[in-house]
């Protein structure tokens, strides 16, 4: 049944197309009740699936003379992302409910996107989950280069090329790792129980973990992602930093990880102290935390603070998945939950809430503004996304870095100590913004300021109370997820990541 | 001399014929009963015809397989060259059935006649184990060619092309026949079979080394491979889009097929090989190094185009280096992911002309400005670009995305234990990465981009037609491989 999400959002995009000129507001629906369609489908399979483990819910030969299939199925990991696509696809339509420019087009490349990112999380064959995972590419390329604002054309073009970069490299992994086989056959399962010559593994392992990587905000490949993320219109945004940040990071997880476990092993010898690829990835995701929170407490554009905020909260899944400890890694599954939920948050806040009415994104700008006044339901979203975003316990955000933390303190205690200052530095760039924000300005002009914004919407109220909603649970009740999430990291698929750790 | 019966030459020969008979009959009728019609009726009669005749080739062999090899290799039938006669025939259909309408000559009759004669030399060509009847087939295809790029008679570019055309298509057949002419010398036989016997060695002729490297001159020019595609670029902008389209497709085909026969085939047992580690001299080495040169000079200069006919013609150099690559691995996987590679791309890129063609005749050129807006103006050739674009680019499920990935993974396997032709595959990926810039650059003018003129379009039913069965077509094989893999 799950793999109607795929085909109820497909199918939505092609009835969207068809519609006549000029039917923006059918359109907009449509569009809604494709995506609460989605939503609802993926919540029965939620339930119905109680155990987390591996479930088939589609199987057929698609190309036999190759030994490719049709595979779909699912486990707690891709429920657990399919939960968090399902939600922000909805809200992501309740914040673009403005949009009246080629709306037609719009919905129709943003239920693409979706889709695609649908069928990646379902692809239990890696050449079906490469074919999803570019689908998704395009879609992204025209929502920013279309309906984008600042230099839209520039960060469109960047965003497609940084992905399309990273997916050729994943595509010479996926080959090589098809041919050296040897058996005919893509299936995810499978494969990872081939043991791969150690040597192939050893290169193939980091090629297709920077190529997932880079659309995960991997430093020093994160470029796109700030510039990105700016350019992008809100819902756009909230996707991006949403849900196909995760498609990176997932791809990192259940492909390079699961297929090549043993190109995490120690190489033998030490170059610069280095002395595995493990060592170097959570260096890189180490920086990523620093850095993204460093330069977000400098930016001056409130979109750019949020755009690298990301990188940072990104940095947290990377480093919990290179611990290889069961309690970093599902702190990284939550974490992208998390960051999926809070991202989509405060960029609709940015974006829709603030941008769409002020028209500017300046900091010094909106300081003047006394927007904490003019618009108080934002401010106070904004406020509760920070908090969740900073990690205050009760919120998401808590429990996932919180468990990435424990697991980095296992196994690298100095990069956990590290990330605690990279927490720290979080808190200092999301008060700063929300201050300038929201809180700026001297107290007195306040009356004089004529307010001629139009007031937050309902479909801005909803969604916003869905995404603040879904943040607040899993942070007061972690085991929702964290039920499924376990047991398939506990699944044949992962052995060899077990096996090797143990060592 | 062999005694043979010349009535069974011709029966085995009869699609052939089919064709050449039908383009007598579109002269004949066109000259004897439409001399005083309008032009519109001349070429629906025309087309009619010429359709007509492809299909009833495209049905005889379905209905007649043969599987023979005649007279030394003079005409070889089997199951794949026959379903590549099919498939040029079938891009033939579709060129005729784009050009009805077409404004550039009056000549309709004369034109089609053309198009059905390069199809029969193509069909030859592809059936044929023999140097003569290959030179033979190919000189024929090049005349018919050079008269099509020069067809529109107003237009000084149309001329400049066919004539840039015709002196490298010259020059190159020269070095062709000096080419055959040594492997002639060599072995005694005109026969793939007899050099096949002849030239087997260990250790390569310089002779075999030097006809080696004319044959390549002479096929890489037919196949625009670098660098010996310096008429391509010209001849894609200049030559009227009907005839671009089929110097693009049907002879890209017929020209691959015949490649990788006489390598593979006629040259078998000098292969030498360019696998890292394990070099060896022969025709692969020769190969290799004109694929690399094709994948980096087509995709990157492609990338400075403004002029989108001049991008297909660089990027159609750039898809030569990636079919290249099949011919350097040349094991029975590979020669069928080449095939199934060649004819994707001939079908992707017919299209594309075809919306070129559209546009052309909107606003009377084909750069970059002038695609500017389409979407709003022309919505079904835009969205059919979009997904002939997106394919070339090689992105899922289109069908450039499966045929990429079917012959990069055959590459691969061809070398089994060793992953020696990685850094080949390596590369061939990387530059379709890069060649994702130009295809979006083409296709943020049509989406993103606001023209000057915002009026729709006409476009007429027939041609929106042939353009989404294309479409449909391009999606299906992509998401159906098996659908054209069972042929191959």
Redesign the interface.
């Given at each position: 049944m799950l793999a109607w999400t795929i085909y109820i959002s497909f199918l939505g995009a092609l009835a969207l197309?068809l519609l006549p000129k000029g039917f923006v507001r059918a359109a907009r629906v449509l569009a809604l009740l494709v995506a609460v369609a989605g939503f609802a489908v993926t919540v029965a399979g939620f339930v119905e699936q109680q155990s987390g483990g591996l479930v088939t819910v589609a199987r057929v030969a698609w190309?036999?003379?190759?030994g490719i299939e049709y595979h779909l199925a699912s486990d707690g990991i891709s429920l657990t992302l399919l939960l968090l696509t399902g939600i922000v696809a909805i809200t992501g339509i309740l914040f673009s409910w403005n949009v009246e420019h080629r709306a037609k087009e719009f919905f129709a490349f943003y239920l693409t996107l979706i889709g695609g990112v649908y069928g990646v999380f379902l692809s239990f064959d890696l050449?079906l989950l490469?074919?999803f995972y570019?689908?998704a590419?395009?879609p992204k390329?025209?929502l920013i280069?279309?309906w984008g604002s600042t230099r839209r054309?520039y960060a469109a073009?960047k965003l497609?090329?940084y992905s399309?970069?990273g997916?050729?490299m994943v595509?010479?992994g996926l080959?090589?790792a098809?041919?050296?086989a040897?058996s005919r056959t893509m299936d995810l399962v499978r494969l990872a129980q081939f043991p791969f010559p150690v040597p192939?593994q050893m290169w193939a392992f980091p090629l297709v973990f920077v190529g997932f990587g880079i659309l995960a905000g991997l430093w020093p490949f994160h470029t796109w992602a700030p510039t990105g993320h700016v350019a992008a219109p809100t819902a756009a945004s909230m996707l991006l930093a949403g849900v196909v940040m995760k498609l990176g990071a997932y791809g990192c997880l259940r492909v390079a990880m699961a297929l090549f476990p043993r190109g995490l092993d120690a190489w033998g010898f030490h170059v610069l102290g280095f002395g595995s690829w493990r060592d170097v990835f959570a260096l890189l995701a180490l920086v990523g935390i620093l850095y993204g929170a460093m330069v977000a407490l400098v930016q001056k554009d409130f979109k750019f603070v949020i755009g690298y905020s990301s990188v940072s909260h990104m940095g947290f899944v990377l480093l919990g998945l290179m611990t290889l400890q069961q309690i970093g890694l599902d702190g990284a599954v939550l974490q992208m939950f998390s960051h999926g939920v809070l991202a989509g948050l405060l960029f609709a806040v940015v974006g829709r809430m603030v941008y769409d009415r002020t028209h500017t994104r300046d900091l010094a700008a909106l300081e003047m503004m006394h927007l904490g006044k003019v618009i108080p339901f934002a401010a106070a979203t904004f406020v509760l996304a920070s908090m969740a975003s900073i990690g205050l316990p009760g919120f998401s955000g808590f429990v996932a870095e919180l468990q990435v933390l424990i697991g980095a303190w296992r196994s690298f205690p100095l990069f956990a100590v590290v990330a605690g200052l990279g927490v720290v530095i979080g808190i200092a760039y999301t008060w700063r913004a929300m201050q300038k924000a929201f809180f700026g300005g001297t107290t007195q002009a306040v009356e004089t300021t004529a307010h001629p914004f139009p007031p937050i919407s309902i479909p801005e109220r909803i969604g916003a109370a869905i995404l603040l909603a879904a943040s607040i649970t899993i942070g007061l009740y972690p085991q929702l997820l964290l039920r499924v999430i376990i047991p398939a990291l506990h699944s044949p698929m992962f052995d060899g990541l077990w096996k090797g750790s143990a060592r | 001399m062999i005694a043979f019966s010349y009535l069974e030459l011709l029966r085995l020969a009869l699609p052939e014929a089919i064709v050449v008979v039908a383009a007598l009959c579109v002269l004949s009728v066109d000259l004897i009963f439409l001399r005083a019609a309008g032009t519109r009726l001349r070429y629906s009669t025309g087309v009619a015809i010429s359709f007509a005749g492809c299909a009833a080739a495209v049905v005889w062999i379905l209905h007649a397989p043969q599987s023979v090899n005649v007279l030394d290799g003079m005409l070889v039938l089997d199951p794949v060259a026959q379903h590549v006669q099919i498939a040029v025939l079938i891009l033939t259909m579709l060129t005729v059935l784009l050009s009805a309408g077409s404004a550039f000559t009056e000549h309709v009759s004369e034109y089609l006649a053309i198009i059905l004669l390069a199809t029969a030399s193509m069909m030859f060509l592809v059936g044929t184990q023999n140097l003569l009847v290959i030179f033979l087939a190919l000189e024929f295809l090049s005349l018919s060619l050079y008269v099509l790029a020069a067809f529109d008679k107003a237009s000084a570019r149309s001329a400049e092309a066919a004539l840039k055309y015709f002196l490298f298509g010259g020059i190159s057949a020269s070095f062709l026949l000096f080419g055959f002419s040594l492997l002639y010398g060599v072995s005694n036989s005109t026969s793939f079979a007899g050099i096949a016997a002849s030239v087997r060695s260990p250790l390569l002729d310089p002779l075999v080394a030097v006809a080696i490297v004319m044959t390549l001159v002479g096929l890489g020019f037919k196949v625009a491979a670098a660098p010996f595609h310096f008429w391509a670029p010209d001849v894609y902008e200049g030559a009227p889009a009907p005839s671009a389209a089929l110097i693009a497709s049907g002879s890209k085909v017929a020209g691959f097929f015949i490649l990788y026969q006489v390598m593979a085939v006629g040259l078998a047992g000098s292969e030498g090989d360019m696998a890292r580690h394990s070099y060896a001299a022969g025709w692969v080495p020769v190969v290799a190094i004109a694929a690399v040169l094709s994948m980096a000079l087509g995709n990157l200069v492609a990338i400075m185009q403004t002029s989108v006919r001049r991008l297909l013609a660089y990027s159609a150099i750039g898809h030569a280096g990636y079919m290249l690559l099949g011919i350097v691995s040349h094991t029975n996987q590979s020669f069928s992911a080449l095939l199934y590679y060649a004819i994707t791309y001939a079908l992707t890129v017919l299209g594309a002309f075809g919306v070129v063609a559209v546009v052309e005749e909107a606003t009377g050129g084909d750069t970059l400005a002038d695609f500017a807006g389409l979407s709003r103006r022309a919505p079904v050739p835009s969205f059919c670009m979009l997904i002939f674009l997106l394919s070339l680019a090689g992105i899922p499920p289109l069908a450039g995305f499966f045929g990429k990935f079917y012959l990069f993974s055959a590459v691969l396997a061809s070398t089994p234990g060793s992953l020696g032709l990685l850094w080949l595959v390596a590369l061939a990926i990387a530059m379709s990465a890069v060649s994702l810039y130009y295809y979006l650059k083409v296709l943020k003018s049509i989406y993103v981009a606001d023209g000057p003129n915002a009026s729709a379009i006409r476009v007429s039913v027939l041609r929106q037609a042939v353009l989404c069965l294309i479409a449909v077509g391009v999606v299906l094989l992509g998401c159906a491989p098996d659908l054209l893999l069972r042929w191959l």
């Open positions: 197309m190309v036999p003379a190759l050449l490469f074919v570019e689908i590419i395009i390329y025209f280069a279309i054309e073009m497609a090329l399309f970069v997916s050729a595509l010479i080959i090589a098809y041919v050296v040897g192939f | -």
